[in-house]
């Protein structure tokens, strides 16, 4: 693909010493480049799991009273 992009002085300058370096040509430099900056970070990501943990056979917790339940805990820890 051909397209026109206009480099920043300081980019240019860092392109031009890598073609030096490497002795590469303008199009091989840039396309080496970007195509770093664009992988860079990249890395293979872990797969998140949950952890969860059963509430027994016997499921009597309002869970739409959640939040309320946890300030009682925390008042009563407190109270400790």
């Given amino acids: 693909m ?5 480099l920043e002085p300081d980019v240019q ?5 890598a073609m030096k370096q490497r002795g590469i040509s303008f199009k091989e430099a ?3 480049a970007i195509r770093a900056g664009l992988t860079q970070g990249t890395t ?3 797969k998140f799991v949950q952890k969860s943990y059963s509430l ?3 499921q009597n917790f309002r869970w739409d009273k ?3 339940a ?5 008042d009563e820890e407190l109270a400790r």
């Fill in 30 to 32: 840039l396309n080496s």
């Fill in 13 to 17: 300058a860092l392109i031009r010493t």
């Fill in 70 to 74: 946890a300030a009682a805990i925390e």
């Fill in 66 to 68: 959640a939040l309320e």
């Fill in 2 to 6: 051909r397209t026109t992009v206009t």
């Fill in 44 to 46: 293979e990501r872990r």
């Fill in 56 to 58: 027994g056979p016997e």
